[in-house]
């Protein structure tokens, strides 16, 4: 019902920059949560950032003060300008959207991308 395109992974040196896109498609009325989740190789899933409906922010530690995150609700797409980066911050980048409600249902579910691979070389 709902599908995620995610873009913008790639590889790129220390210290440059990129951006993430993903874009929510099918026939939604609201999402509550739009975000973004890492995968290193060998580590567990984390979160990197995510925010609100009301336009409320978290990010990890190891990202504040160099990622930025932001979302176009008439467009139901979120974006990470990722500056600054870092080989630790190689993984797949998967987008997360939480509590989206469709058309015609009072369902609230949660919908993964398939991932983009970021990889940062020194």
């Known amino acids: 019902q709902v599908q995620l395109v995610e873009s913008g992974g790639g590889l790129v040196q220390v210290g440059g920059s990129l951006r993430l896109s993903c874009a929510a498609s099918?026939?939604?009325?609201?999402?509550?949560?739009m975000g973004w989740y890492r995968q290193a190789p060998g580590k567990q899933r984390e979160l990197v950032a995510a925010?609100?409906?009301?336009?409320?922010?978290n990010y990890a530690d190891s990202v504040k003060g160099r990622f930025t995150i932001s979302r176009d609700n008439a467009k139901n797409t979120v974006y990470l300008q990722m500056n600054s980066l870092k080989p630790e911050d190689t993984a797949v980048y998967y987008c997360?959207?939480?509590?989206?409600?469709?058309?015609?249902?009072?369902?609230?579910?949660?919908?993964w991308g398939q991932g983009t691979q970021v990889t940062v070389s020194s």
């Open positions: 997360n959207v939480a509590g989206v409600r469709v058309v015609s249902s009072i369902r609230r579910d949660d919908y």
């Open positions: 925010i609100t409906s009301g336009a409320s922010t």
């Open positions: 099918g026939r939604i009325v609201s999402i509550n949560t």
